[in-house]
């Protein structure tokens, strides 16, 4: 009885001291509190972050735990509870020389260690996010110094990731695909509809992702987590609040955000808005003159007028403005089980089309309008995580959710009161189940997808004079439009030795497209219905070898497939001026067959360099031709005899290159970082592949402290010329300088920026950026609109 006695007071006092407990994290040099050390136990049920002084309650967390110290600029250290109580509760971390995070997730959807993992894997947490203050999601992508983005308008933003873009790359938010059956072999914009503010980390996985992720993940994934619902680790309600207010003067720039964080000991809600209104966006003044809008149109009542420009470096008709709200519940009534509701919603303004705005035909402006209409998101889903470590598995993902898109293109020629406008609708459900499990080192992974699409398109054209309105042929076809994937897949990580890690899997998905035309009026098409069925074995093998401490060697072979969706076998759309591009209801899916090399290396403490190459063979290529309709090369569309052409599987094509970065810490407070990307490609007939960007770079200078930070840095683009370019670029000359010979091409260009923030207090931080010092006037390779000219940024950020 007295033992039993002994052990209860024992076991209250140590909860009463865990209960009242907070524990500190300081640097090991300077002695000063860490802040944003993110604090969490082994399963990541117990979750949080030190605040700005570096402490963090630790009364949720039981004394059998190990707690977890993550920081991307220090050490990562895990301890007991008896570790923390002999070292009273302060935890101390050693700065880290070369920031490379340790951990990720998206290989195969299970965090793992980064030294295990074959891929190429390039994270963005939320501390770069904050001090980069990019306006959108593209903008997010773009500081990675890795990943190209295309911008036909102010509204967009197109990633291109060694050499591929669009429908064969992979967009997945909160474990969610974002791809659909329109994502089109044209640039994209729908990763703008991601709020960048309340993403929490992002992980760019470079090169196929078939195994884990199926269709599209040709040339890479970008995988978006947004923030998490934190619960309270004491007795009191976790209150946390963040709030942002920035403007930039390049295109007028207003942006205002709120998020905050109401945490119990099982229940979690966290709520974030978003407003961003962007003027018409400002060029720089220092360039080629052809870049100029020296004139825009104007529609008075009857008619269209030409209006000169009063400052024809002023993109008019570029501005826009969006509203982005996310919310989640999270529920966990044991330590196994994590139950959240999320929702992700925006809503954007109507997008002017710039790149057609300023487009001519025969000396004349050719349109009187071309816009996007709002484009809609919203995303809802469900997901399930369980860890009971049964002979199944030791952990378990389950994923429901559904999304709703809406997206229209408005276009009306010049002086014509006819606007054509075409609608589209996608739902899209999905379902995916996901498993690991480990075997005294050696792990598996496995899991089960099942995805369907329901397509809308209509259209109509409507007389802006009378309101009158007449049929209009839509984008796509008009009847069922239902796309449907189903896949199985399974993985390993196996330890060779203590230093070699393989890694391998295997995934098959089976697709299905049926579309049917109601009416075939418009166009009498030689079929009613395009109706396929493909399946698809993908796999993957890769090794990682530690040599010592300072040197590693990664290896790396992968294919990846993806199968035609609704865009490319049944859409018309006038692809460029005087061309149509038709329905195509024989197509065939694309494989592509990667090999990846890395090695990266430590050198004298201070420098870190790593190296990627990469050989990416694309057979059964999905492209754009030229083709025959009902026996004609041409069709008259919209009033004008264009050229036909369609979507085909034509041949192979080739992309390789390589990415060379290095990180200098010449002492502990300076920090250099630079990035090279060089990518080539063509396909079997010699053509250039059309998302191959010219070789692109940046490099930063950075001084940082515990209170301020400060980055200067140039961004850097070679030269695409006029033999480089892809047919479909050159068809767009009104977007290109002209070479000696009167051809078009993309000019080389580099921009110099200065960033920098100042810590004010414990709540409060200041951003501020000059952004294109010198103003330079440029226009990145394949996009309609010129880039910001010199670019001032202030934002004030509080968190409490």
């Known amino acids: 009885m007295k033992k039993l006695l002994f052990s209860l007071i024992i076991s209250i006092s140590t909860f009463s001291l865990l209960s009242a407990q907070t524990i500190r994290v300081i640097d090991s040099e300077d002695r000063k509190p860490i802040r944003d050390v993110a604090v969490f136990n082994h399963s990541k049920t117990r979750f949080g972050y030190t605040d700005l002084a570096g402490e963090f309650r630790i009364n949720a967390f039981r004394e059998s735990d190990h707690i977890y110290f993550q920081h991307p600029s220090y050490v990562n250290i895990d301890l007991s509870m008896e570790q923390l109580r002999e070292m009273n509760y302060t935890v101390i971390l050693q700065y880290k020389t070369f920031e490379i995070d340790e951990f990720v997730v998206s290989a195969n959807r299970w965090e793992q260690n980064k030294d295990e993992v074959p891929n190429k894997i390039t994270p963005i947490r939320m501390a770069q996010v904050e001090f980069a203050n990019p306006q959108t999601a593209a903008d997010l992508l773009g500081t990675s110094g890795e990943v190209y983005v295309q911008k036909s308008q102010l509204g967009g933003g197109s990633p291109m990731i060694?050499?591929?873009?669009?429908?064969?790359?992979?967009?997945?938010?909160?474990?969610?695909?974002?791809?659909?059956?329109?994502?089109?072999?044209?640039?994209?914009?729908?990763?703008?509809?991601?709020?960048?503010?309340?993403?929490?980390?992002?992980?760019?996985?470079?090169?196929?992702?078939?195994?884990?992720?199926?269709?599209?993940?040709?040339?890479?994934?970008?995988?978006?987590?947004?923030?998490?619902?934190?619960?309270?680790?004491?007795?009191?309600?976790?209150?946390?609040?963040?709030?942002?207010?920035?403007?930039?003067?390049?295109?007028?720039?207003?942006?205002?955000?709120?998020?905050?964080?109401?945490?119990?000991?099982?229940?979690?809600?966290?709520?974030?808005?978003?407003?961003?209104?962007?003027?018409?966006?400002?060029?720089?003044?220092?360039?080629?003159?052809?870049?100029?809008?020296?004139?825009?149109?104007?529609?008075?009542?009857?008619?269209?007028?030409?209006?000169?420009?009063?400052?024809?470096?002023?993109?008019?008709?570029?501005?826009?403005?969006?509203?982005?709200?996310?919310?989640?519940?999270?529920?966990?009534?044991?330590?196994?089980?994590?139950?959240?509701?999320?929702?992700?919603?925006?809503?954007?303004?109507?997008?002017?089309?710039?790149?057609?705005?300023?487009?001519?035909?025969?000396?004349?402006?050719?349109?009187?309008?071309?816009?996007?209409?709002?484009?809609?998101?919203?995303?809802?889903?469900?997901?399930?995580?369980?860890?009971?470590?049964?002979?199944?598995?030791?952990?378990?993902?389950?994923?429901?959710?559904?999304?709703?898109?809406?997206?229209?293109?408005?276009?009306?020629?010049?002086?014509?009161?006819?606007?054509?406008?075409?609608?589209?609708?996608?739902?899209?459900?999905?379902?995916?189940?996901?498993?690991e499990k480990e075997f005294d080192g050696r792990i598996i992974f496995y899991g089960l997808e099942a995805i369907t699409n329901d397509v809308n398109s209509t259209g109509e054209g409507r007389d802006i004079i009378t309101g009158e309105t007449f049929p209009e042929s839509s984008r796509y076809p008009d009847g069922d439009n239902r796309y449907n994937s189903f896949s199985a897949y399974g993985g390993f990580k196996y330890p060779l030795a203590e230093s070699v890690f393989l890694n391998g899997g295997l995934r098959y998905n089976y697709t299905t497209l049926h579309s049917t035309f109601i009416d075939n009026s418009y166009y009498n098409f030689p079929f009613d219905e395009i109706d396929t069925k493909n399946g698809a074995l993908t796999g993957s093998v890769g090794a990682v070898w530690q040599i010592d401490e300072k040197t590693k060697i990664n290896?790396?072979?992968?294919?990846?497939?993806?199968?035609?969706?609704?865009?490319?076998?049944?859409?018309?759309?006038?692809?460029?001026?005087?061309?149509?591009?038709?329905?195509?209801?024989?197509?065939?899916?694309?494989?592509?067959?990667?090999?990846?090399?890395?090695?990266?290396?430590?050198?004298?403490?201070?420098?870190?360099?790593?190296?990627?190459?990469?050989?990416?063979?694309?057979?059964?290529?999905?492209?754009?031709?030229?083709?025959?309709?009902?026996?004609?090369?041409?069709?008259?569309?919209?009033?004008?005899?264009?050229?036909?052409?369609s979507i085909v599987n034509a041949g192979s094509a080739t992309i390789y290159g390589g990415h060379v970065s290095m990180q200098l810490v010449p002492a502990r407070n300076i920090r250099i970082k630079s990035n090279l990307n060089l990518t080539k490609g063509t396909d079997n007939e010699g053509v250039p592949f059309r998302h191959v960007p010219p070789t692109y770079g940046s490099t930063h200078v950075i001084y940082e402290n515990k209170k301020i930070k400060i980055d200067l840095y140039a961004d850097y683009n070679g030269e695409m010329s006029y033999e480089d370019m892809a047919p479909s670029e050159i068809e767009k000359p009104h977007m290109y300088a002209e070479d000696e010979n009167g051809n078009p091409y993309s000019p080389s260009w580099y921009t110099l920026n200065l960033k920098a923030s100042y810590q004010l207090g414990n709540t409060a931080l200041i951003n501020a950026g000059i952004e294109n010092i010198i103003d330079h006037r440029y226009r990145p390779y394949a996009s309609g609109i010129v880039a910001p000219g010199r670019n001032f940024i202030v934002a004030l950020r509080l968190k409490i």
């Open 555 to 645: 290896i790396n072979g992968s294919t990846g497939f993806r199968a035609p969706n609704v865009d490319d076998a049944g859409k018309v759309f006038d692809s460029e001026p005087g061309a149509v591009v038709v329905p195509n209801p024989g197509l065939k899916p694309e494989y592509a067959y990667n090999l990846d090399l890395g090695f990266s290396r430590d050198l004298f403490d201070i420098l870190h360099i790593e190296l990627t190459g990469y050989l990416t063979w694309l057979d059964n290529a999905m492209v754009r031709r030229e083709f025959s309709f009902n026996g004609s090369d041409s069709i008259l569309y919209q009033g004008e005899m264009s050229q036909v052409l």
């Open 162 to 435: 060694r050499g591929f873009a669009t429908h064969r790359i992979l967009l997945v938010v909160d474990g969610v695909r974002m791809n659909n059956a329109i994502f089109r072999e044209g640039n994209l914009q729908n990763v703008i509809a991601l709020d960048p503010n309340i993403i929490e980390n992002s992980e760019i996985i470079f090169g196929p992702g078939a195994v884990v992720y199926g269709s599209d993940a040709i040339g890479g994934v970008m995988d978006f987590h947004s923030k998490k619902a934190y619960l309270s680790t004491s007795d009191k309600i976790n209150l946390k609040a963040n709030a942002l207010a920035r403007t930039s003067t390049a295109n007028k720039e207003k942006t205002a955000h709120l998020d905050f964080n109401l945490g119990g000991k099982k229940i979690g809600f966290m709520a974030g808005y978003t407003y961003s209104s962007y003027d018409d966006l400002e060029m720089g003044s220092v360039g080629n003159e052809s870049y100029r809008r020296p004139e825009y149109q104007e529609w008075q009542g009857t008619g269209d007028m030409v209006i000169p420009n009063t400052d024809p470096d002023i993109q008019v008709e570029s501005g826009y403005s969006q509203h982005n709200l996310t919310a989640k519940l999270r529920f966990q009534p044991t330590e196994e089980l994590n139950i959240q509701f999320i929702n992700h919603t925006s809503v954007s303004s109507d997008v002017p089309r710039y790149d057609r705005l300023v487009e001519y035909r025969s000396g004349n402006l050719r349109y009187g309008d071309w816009y996007y209409g709002p484009q809609k998101w919203i995303m809802n889903n469900v997901s399930v995580d369980w860890s009971p470590g049964n002979r199944f598995f030791d952990a378990m993902k389950i994923v429901a959710a559904r999304q709703y898109f809406a997206e229209s293109r408005h276009d009306r020629k010049f002086n014509d009161s006819l606007i054509r406008e075409k609608y589209e609708e996608v739902i899209a459900y999905s379902l995916s189940a996901d498993f």
